[in-house]
């Protein structure tokens, strides 16, 4: 299936909306086994759209486009495409319904410009928006209008992200599975692993992997901050004996570097880890600033678990709060593995948390020292066993080094619950 992608908004050619809908629907998409071959924004111009769709349609089985379904004077997609393919619009009475309900439970009076979005061009599929006014709409466009070959599929898919992602879910895949399906079976897998670099993962498993990739399996790598996710592909009836053994073959390689599956994050793994065994963590933050709080907090559920967390950046408050003792900021410093030891142990006695994390380090740019250079980090985990401390070295800016520190903060913890 051949599939092009078309996202509009003048907003996102001035800069001012980062085009996630790209990164999104292509993502989706090909967990689905249906791969992006083009995709171009443009600008809410009634002229460019309608060029970009017959281009698109012009070669492709599947053009799906975002934004300009909304009832401002600027929401020209519904209008001009159906212009484009030659058909009329008609009121849908059920969707004005709809739009009429939408405006009744706010309390909010319907103004008369909302009413457009109710339009349908003929033999549209329409896809009800459940957090929104406007229609999704699916149209068959017969073979011979803009290819030679078959008939194509145009959907067209709202700006806003949640009315978008929702819909796409729910009402586009069930539709493309029935309308598009694929020629063969398609199987994908993500696993999520921490704690190895990309070459050295690379390394590791693509010997291993040879002969699954000789079959059929496609095998790709992502690396973001912290983390390398390994993405396992394939096509054909075998695919999932396929990926399923590939898996087996990693997880023995990687018992301990794979934290998940999927898009699941670390901060779920932990906080699924503690609730599963009914233990707290609490965190003594120095140079992390609070995200390795932040990043648990995201977590749904996670009152169960995280009892809370010191900010504590200057020495005074390492020693009042975290009874960090003056000989050892004195003898080590406040960025040594004495301190980072003395910090966990300290939270985790203030109020009997099962685990206590702490971290701190020379973030930079300045501040390093010959023995102790920026992107030092000593991270401390304490619990019933005692206290271990790892020395880390992230010379990064300032954010990525938050990042990648609690990201390995948070793996100690998770492999610490898992040694337990
Ligand atoms: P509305 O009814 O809200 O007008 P619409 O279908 O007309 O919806 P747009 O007007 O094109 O959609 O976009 C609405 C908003 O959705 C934009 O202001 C922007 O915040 C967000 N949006 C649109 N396109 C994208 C995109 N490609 N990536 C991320 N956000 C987007
Ligand atoms: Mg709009």
């Not at 992390?288 to 977590?299: D, K």
């Not at 009042?320 to 004495?338: F, K, M, N, P, Q």
Request: glycine share 10%.
């Amino acid at each position: 299936v051949n599939i092009e992608l078309i996202n509009t908004g003048s907003e996102l050619m001035l800069g001012r909306v980062l085009n996630t809908h790209q990164q999104w629907l292509c993502r989706q998409l090909a967990d689905h086994g249906y791969v992006v071959s083009r995709q171009v924004a443009i600008s809410d111009s009634a002229g460019d759209i309608q060029a970009a769709v017959r281009e698109a349609l012009g070669r492709a089985d599947l053009v799906i486009t975002t934004g300009g379904l909304g009832p401002t004077s600027d929401d020209l997609t519904r209008d001009r495409v159906a212009a484009l393919l030659g058909r009329s619009l008609h009121t849908d009475a059920d969707t004005l319904v709809r739009l009429e309900e939408f405006y009744r439970q706010r309390k909010r009076r319907m103004p008369d410009r909302v009413r457009v979005q109710a339009q349908v061009p003929t033999g549209a599929i329409i896809l009800p928006n459940q957090h929104g006014t406007a229609p999704g709409l699916a149209l068959e466009v017969e073979a011979g209008r803009f290819r030679s070959g078959g008939r194509s599929w145009l959907i067209l898919l709202p700006g806003p992200p949640r009315e978008l992602h929702p819909m796409f879910s729910n009402q586009v895949v069930p539709l493309l599975r029935e309308r598009l399906p694929l020629d063969q079976p398609y199987a994908c897998l993500n696993l999520r692993t921490t704690g190895i670099p990309e070459s050295r993962l690379e390394e590791a498993i693509s010997g291993p992997l040879e002969r699954f990739v000789a079959q059929g399996l496609d095998l790709g790598y992502c690396a973001r901050v912290g983390e390398v996710d390994v993405r396992l592909a394939a096509h054909g009836t075998s695919a999932g004996a396929l990926i399923a053994e590939a898996e087996a073959v990693l997880r023995r390689l990687l018992p301990e570097a794979i934290y998940g599956t999927g898009d699941v994050r670390l901060e779920d793994v932990v906080v699924r880890q503690l609730t599963e065994q009914k233990q707290t963590v609490i965190v003594a933050e120095s140079c992390t600033g609070g995200l390795i709080a932040h990043r648990l907090t995201n977590v749904p559920g996670a009152s169960a678990v995280f009892l809370g967390g010191f900010v504590t950046y200057a020495n005074a408050l390492k020693q009042s709060l975290l009874g960090v003792r003056d000989e050892t900021l004195a003898a080590h410093g406040a960025v040594s593995e004495e301190t980072a030891r003395e910090m966990a142990t300290g939270a985790r006695a203030s109020c009997g948390a099962d685990y206590a994390v702490s971290v701190t380090g020379i973030a930079g740019p300045s501040g390093g020292t010959e023995s102790k250079p920026v992107g030092t980090v000593f991270l401390g985990l304490a619990s019933v066993r005692g206290v271990e401390v790892t020395k880390c070295f992230n010379p990064f800016d300032r954010e990525t080094f938050k990042q990648v520190t609690s990201q390995q903060a948070l793996d100690a913890l998770r492999r610490a619950i898992l040694a337990g």
